[in-house]
Nanobody, 126 residues
Framework: QVQLVESGGGLVQAGGSLRLSCAASGRTFSSYVMGWFRHAPGKDRDIVTHISASVGSTYYADSVKGRFTISRDNAKNTVYLQMNSLKPEDTAVYYC???????????????????WGQGTQVTVSS
């Protein structure tokens, strides 16, 4: 069982930055792929980025490439999302999620993830 708690959301002006954190409970954090998703009103919950369990390989949605950076600290059981050059269209509730490692899993899909945080609101004003 893994429990996830996000923090760091808030209101920021366009062009600004925020850093989200996701603290995980449990001793097996380092064995999970960690993802960040976002859910904007009227849209689906979409992948933002994910990071592998050990070697740290990453994936980014095209909409955030070059602006967002995911990282993890397995010693602290925490995954981070550094968001720079924020745009109003980045406004959403951001969720972190944990998925077990599997060779044929689609880590861009919400159905792959077993554990979810409660979400943190990010609002970018124009």
């Amino acid at each position: 069982q893994v429990q996830l708690v996000e923090s760091g959301g808030g209101l920021v002006q366009a062009g600004g930055s925020l850093r989200l954190s996701c603290a995980a409970s449990g001793r097996t954090f380092s064995s999970y792929v960690m993802g960040w998703f976002r859910h904007a009103p009227g849209k689906d919950r979409d992948i933002v980025t994910h990071i592998s369990a050990s070697v740290g390989s990453t994936y980014y949605a095209d909409s955030v490439k070059g602006r967002f950076t995911i990282s993890r600290d397995n010693a602290k059981n925490t995954v981070y999302l550094q968001m720079n050059s924020l745009k109003p269209e980045d406004t959403a509730v951001y969720y972190c999620a944990a998925a077990p490692v599997c060779y044929y899993c689609d880590y861009t899909s919400t159905s792959t993830y077993d554990y979810w945080g409660q979400g943190t609101q990010v609002t970018v004003s124009s």
